[in-house]
């Protein structure tokens, strides 16, 4: 190691690699200088006061910034190209300080040799900049990018590169320490071996590689650049792997291959198990018990709890605490057994042993109400789609041994009798279920939730507060109830009487329940979605999740399946409590008290369908609007619901062009129209990092169903195929318009979509004849053929199409505005003795690819447009009344 050694550097001046000792003495020097100046503080006057000079060489002095800066605080300066030409370098009267912009010149390696004070130009921008004086230093400081930075190094074998990086570290005002201390604030390390490494992991100090001083001093120049910034630190950070080879034993294939794509992106190698050059053996202990080899000394037989430990607090743990043990071997574990029971005595013991259990069981009853089936289909409830994920209570514990608070003596319990009832047994079990569950809670909150939200996590946070929150939600609150509910469960089953009242607890909590399960139940698919990503975008917690998952207070599962035990709870209670009720006397007071209780959950269970109902509705709501580009802001409001989307294709080209993908969104009150882009827009990317994909629809028009007159379903032929078309009249419109798709997906079918559409413009318009709106009509009456839409002739027609109007566009000099352009036709209408309506009929049925020949002077083509328009105009009208 080089870390002891005596460096000498380019200067020829002896340099320690560790510069504590020159740090120290420093110190020492100026607490004597201070101490000198306040006992001569008296004669003061006396002193002759020393002025300080800045000397710009060479470049330096060609740099208008730096003028500017020194005469800002006010250091008189001058310039030099030599210093023999400066010939009172030495003079006492001046404390010089020499200003250089190349710390490679050979002009630098003189003044470094006469012993001059050295400064680079960043530094006299920064006190600038800060107001502040120019620093003192005994070595040459060209910036303060490592200024209050103390930095250790560990793993250099090479002597001139560690040289090479303690002088650039001085030179960026940073501190070295031989020694590791509390006073380090970063370990610059070349190997994951060694004291330094393993207490830097401890304490949480940031552990870089060497590029990480070499890019410090890239950007040395910049003013406002520090080393020590998180982001830019981050990028040369030591991984937990380096240096590492391993090998897994005992996984299956897909952990394996997991666990090695993780070791390469935690800067590792892996290789197969018994290869020599490995460096641990990550071993599964719940499946090997003993390796296929005799391992190498230099060998680390590690757990994986290891791996992911290493992963998650992003540095490589120390081995010695999950190193893996060899269990005992089943040969030795047998003679053991068998010789414990050759003893002379042990017949006697087992027969004496077996006599007092039964002794106890005659006394206790200690199992009072064996395995049985639950009569689920008997007393059922229709609870909502919701909450009817499980309707078998937990009961995994209630068929084991009776809880340790049951059992216990009270002052005021009564002996009770020796064989109990069943509504005892099944008080008993909600009580068991309730512990169960509480435990669950604890463990959820302790195991996971805790970690997470701890601060000054080794590695920096593993999740973000707003993850957090998403994650767990209010099951710190759902504890607090429910530990309340196991209070009073255990004090009622310690006092037992028939005449105790179950029902009353629940209903002493069931504002409490109202309260705080609805926000859980509501946003728990978010809470899974939010655990799945960030599982595969962040490895330390993956790891974490490994971690804990794999522990026994989880019972081998996953973090997503435990918190799904809230949303099962109270379908589980409710029907524990109808079971209560059927074992209950008719004339003991708590059977009414028990069917309020069931009527409170299930209140409490309506009120979470309904808030989930809303909940997803607004998520529909929120999705349309990021998803369609332009999506006006009147569409969001609180009475309105999204019932259906449907992909089609536009037949007309009253909205869009002829063959173009439109969705249309129909709400309970409107119809939004949006066409697929042409050209998809960058992603969205919220402040948390969530990142939206990008819109990939485009308004058309939002259409209250007010507005739509018929349904027009059109038959089934060769030529046309799921088509319908719409009625509507707009209020800025005189006669109706006709707008026609066809449908491309085959869910929903055309007759539910018709009878759909039909009813909510029915309810809209206030009309209780919804079938009255569907008329049925035939393709050639309202020229609509879909025998085309999919052809490689129409395809390319489109495309043609657009491309036209992209470059009619482009060149024309006039781009006017459809409300010009409707102007313009009304008022050549009107002069030609024709009224509004016609010309925006024509208007209406027909697109023109450009406008700019209107601002020049009417040509034969443009005065026969009129004709043209009223021509198709007065067809589509008789089609339509004929239809109406």
């Known amino acids: 190691m080089a870390d002891n050694s005596t460096l000498v550097s380019e200067t020829g001046r002896s340099l320690l690699a560790d510069s504590s000792v020159l740090d120290s003495k420093i110190i020492e020097t100026s607490k004597e200088n201070v101490f000198r100046a306040a006992v001569l503080d008296v004669d003061a006057e006396e002193m002759p006061q020393i002025e300080t000079r800045v000397v710009l060489v060479q470049e330096a002095g060609k740099r208008e910034e730096l003028l500017k800066a020194l005469e800002e605080i006010k250091v008189p300066y001058i310039k030099t190209d030599t210093i023999e030409e400066l010939g009172d370098a030495d003079s006492p009267e001046f404390e010089t300080i020499f200003v250089v912009s190349d710390f490679q010149a050979p002009i630098f390696t003189n003044l470094c040799k006469a012993d001059c004070r050295v400064i680079g130009p960043p530094v006299v ?165 003993d ?19 290493s992963i998650q607090m992003d540095a490589r743990a120390g081995e010695s605490m999950y190193l893996f043990e060899k269990s005992e071997s089943p040969d030795f574990k047998k003679s053991v057994s068998l010789l414990s029971l050759s003893t002379p005595n042990s017949n006697r013991k087992r027969r004496r042993l077996k006599e007092t259990l039964a002794q106890l069981t005659r006394e206790t009853d200690m199992s009072p109400f064996p395995p049985r089936k639950r009569p689920s289909a008997e007393h059922s409830l229709s609870l909502g789609s919701l909450l009817d994920i499980s309707n078998t209570p937990e009961s995994s514990t209630a068929n084991g041994e009776t809880p340790k608070s049951c059992t216990r003596p009270s002052k005021n319990s009564t002996p009770l009798p020796l064989k109990q009832s069943a509504r005892w047994q099944v008080a008993k079990e909600l009580y068991q279920t309730e512990s ?114 794999a522990k026994p207070e989880c019972g081998r599962q996953s973090l997503a399946e435990l918190l799904i035990r809230p949303v099962q709870r109270l379908p589980s209670v409710a029907l524990l409590l109808n079971d209560i009720k059927k074992h209950t006397a008719e004339e003991n007071p708590d059977k009414v008290t028990l069917e309020r209780a069931i009527e409170s959950l299930k209140e409490v269970m309506t009120h979470i369908n309904e808030d989930k109902r809303k909940t997803e509705a607004q998520r529909q709501f929120f999705d349309v609007v990021y998803e369609v580009d332009g999506c006006p802001a009147n569409l969001l409001s609180s009475h ?100 026609s798709f066809q449908m491309t997906t085959e869910d929903p079918c055309k007759e539910d979509w018709l009878k759909m559409l039909c009813r909510h413009v029915a309810n809209t318009i206030c009309k209780a004849d919804a079938e009255n709106l569907i008329y049925v009509a035939d393709p050639d009456s309202v020229e609509v053929n879909t025998k085309d839409m999919d052809s490689t002739l129409s395809r390319a027609s489109r495309a043609i199409k657009k491309t036209s109007k992209k470059v009619t566009r482009a060149f024309s000099f006039s781009k006017t505005p459809k409300r010009a352009l409707r102007r313009a036709l009304m008022s050549h209408s009107a002069t030609e003795g024709r009224s509004p309506s016609s010309a925006t009929e024509g208007y209406i049925g027909s697109r023109m690819s450009s406008t700019s020949s209107l601002a020049g002077v009417p040509s034969p083509s443009l005065v026969s447009l009129p004709s043209i328009f009223e021509r198709r105009s007065h067809t589509l009208s008789r089609s339509t009344t004929h239809l109406i």
């Open 640 to 739: 309105r619901s999204l019932v259906q989307r449907l992909e089609t294709v536009a037949l007309g080209d009253d909205l869009c062009d002829r063959g173009e993908q439109v969705t249309l969104f129909l709400f309970n009150d409107c119809l939004e129209i949006a066409r697929k882009r042409h050209k998809v827009i960058g992603a969205f990317k919220s402040p948390h990092g969530h990142t939206r994909p990008p819109a990939s629809l485009k308004h058309v028009v939002l259409m209250p169903l007010s507005q739509i007159k018929k349904v027009l379903d059109i038959r089934e032929t060769e030529d046309c195929q799921k088509a319908f078309a719409l009625v509507v009249r707009p209020p800025t419109e005189l006669n109706n318009k006709l707008l």
């Open 436 to 549: 169960n569950y509480v435990d669950i809670l604890t463990t959820i909150i302790q195991l996971f939730q805790v970690p997470l939200e701890k601060e000054g996590q080794l590695g920096g946070p593993i999740l973000a507060q707003e993850e957090i929150k998403t994650i767990f939600g209010s099951i710190p609150d759902i504890l607090d109830v429910h530990t309340k509910i196991k209070e009073d469960l255990e004090d009622l089953m310690i006092n037992w009487t028939e005449s105790k009242s179950i029902g009353d607890i629940i209903l002493k909590y069931s504002k409490d329940l109202l309260k705080t399960y609805p926000p859980f139940v509501n946003f728990f698919e978010m809470s899974k979605e939010t655990i799945t990503r960030c599982e595969k975008q962040k490895p330390r917690f993956h790891a974490f999740l490994k971690i804990n998952q």
């Open 125 to 289: 921008l920064h006190c600038a900049q800060k107001g502040e004086a120019l620093p003192f230093s005994c070595r040459p400081l060209y910036c303060a990018s490592m200024l209050n930075l103390v930095l250790c190094f560990t793993g250099f074998r090479k002597k001139d590169e560690l040289v090479k990086l303690v002088t650039l570290v001085h030179h960026m005002g940073g501190i070295i320490r031989r020694d590791f201390s509390s006073k380090v604030t970063h370990l610059v390390a070349n190997s994951t071996h060694g004291d330094k490494f393993r207490i830097a992991v401890s304490l949480g100090i940031p552990i870089v590689k060497a590029e990480w001083i070499y890019k410090a001093w890239e950007k040395r120049n910049e003013i406002d650049f520090c080393a020590a910034d998180d982001d830019f630190r981050n990028q040369f950070k030591v991984p937990p792997f380096q240096d590492c080879m391993l090998s897994f034993l005992g996984f299956s294939d897909d952990e394996k291959a997991n666990m090695e794509e993780m070791t390469e992106m935690q800067g590792g190698h892996y290789l197969p198990v018994g290869d020599e050059r490995c460096t641990h053996l990550v071993v599964e202990e719940s499946t090997v018990k």
């Open 291 to 309: 390796l296929p080899f005799e391992p190498l000394k230099k060998l680390y037989v590690v757990k994986q709890e290891w791996f992911w430990g």
